[in-house]
């Protein structure tokens, strides 16, 4: 049996300084203040010194590999410990090379086929328990929660963000929106 980890990043990748430090502060209010989650990018670590993860290409596959906790996009964070598998190293990459061609870097979509979906589906195959939930918090533009939504949090951080600023600076940080539910409260990216 291997120790399957979750390395989970800040999205800190958006080349302003003014914007990765807003998203600390809200990953700090909704993860570790609330528990509620964040606005995270995630990998998996079995097997060796690296981590994989997938992301937008233009052509081949969207699944890749980088040195565990050094993603040079994103701010490490944490890891987190989901379980072990039974599945030999020959396995998990036969699971691996699986993933490569059903995940092209093309099919990469901010709502539904992200890097959190990844890792849940790897982790799913290698049947460990999927991502928690406070690794995923899940945010509509048009949904909100408990009468405050997530640009009024940012505003918070800096009064002049505007509604246009705010969606430039998902669409900039890669933030990933799905389905809202109180249940399994997700922000994915």
Not at 30 to 45: E, R, Y
Not at 157 to 170: E, G, H, Q, R, V
């Amino acid at each position: 049996m291997t120790e399957v980890i979750l390395h989970v990043y800040d999205v800190t990748n958006s080349g302003s300084d003014k914007t990765n430090n807003t998203i600390m502060q809200i990953n700090k209010i909704f993860k570790d203040g609330i528990g509620l989650g964040g606005i995270f990018h995630s990998a998996v670590q079995i097997y060796g010194d690296d981590e994989w993860s997938f992301g937008y290409c233009e052509q081949g596959s969207g699944v890749f590999s980088c040195p565990s906790t050094k993603n040079p996009m994103y701010t490490f964070r944490e890891s987190i410990k989901l379980g072990e598998t039974t599945f030999s190293t020959s396995k998990v990459n036969q699971i691996l090379r699986e993933l490569s061609r059903e995940w092209p870097g093309h099919s990469y979509d901010l709502l539904s086929k992200n890097c959190n979906h990844f890792c849940d589906e790897f982790c799913e195959r290698l049947g460990v328990p999927k991502l928690p939930g406070n690794c995923n918090l899940s945010v509509s533009f048009s949904v909100r929660m408990h009468n405050i939504d997530l640009l009024q949090i940012c505003t918070l951080f800096d009064p002049k963000i505007s509604s246009c600023s705010y969606i430039a600076c998902l669409d900039i940080c890669n933030i990933n929106t799905f389905a809202f539910s109180w249940a399994s409260l997700n922000i994915a990216l």
